[in-house]
């Protein structure tokens, strides 16, 4: 009877006879799916609103008055809090597709991954140096033609942001997606093994 004792607390030295690993590691990557849902939701939010709101009711100003309100919003969008959910988005959403390798909710995560990456990119090739060039036309009462600066700006920046609010929208669609199957295991065991059932006929 001692052995069989001093057996049972070699293998399971915390004496509850459960390996905690799995379980720890299964809720760090809920915490992760969760957070890079979450702050995918709320710069998909951002690029939508100025699309639905911001952006039209701009497009009712006089040029030197939507110049001069498209530079400030420029100016004071570049805050910490910001650019934590923008770039935080990215980083949370690699690593969710990093830990959610092998699994069957992988390819959601993937698919989300590279749809805001894309936004990502088109943000820093196209919105960000309309930006810039808004910014080095000047204080708006100082500049000679407001409606050419205007012009080469407004159009452009507003058409590739309805672009990225709609990556913004399907990656936290897919987000949604890969954390319910994430969640309903049996669901997501049951596409792995449809799946898998199709690719062999």
Known sequence: MTTDANTTNTEHPTGTGTDTGPVRRRGTAAGVLGAATVAIGLIAGVFYIFACAIMPALARSDDRVFIEVMQNVNDVIQNP???LSFLGALALTAVAAWQSRGAPHRWWVFAALAAYALAV????????????????????????????VRDRFEDTWVAWNVVRAVLSAVALACLARALYLFRHPQASAYLESATGSSASR
């Open 81 to 83: 809090v910001f650019f």
């Open 121 to 148: 990119v088109l943000t820093a090739a196209v919105n960000i140096p309309l930006n810039d060039d808004l910014a080095a036309a000047g204080a708006p009462t100082r500049i000679a033609e407001p409606a050419a």
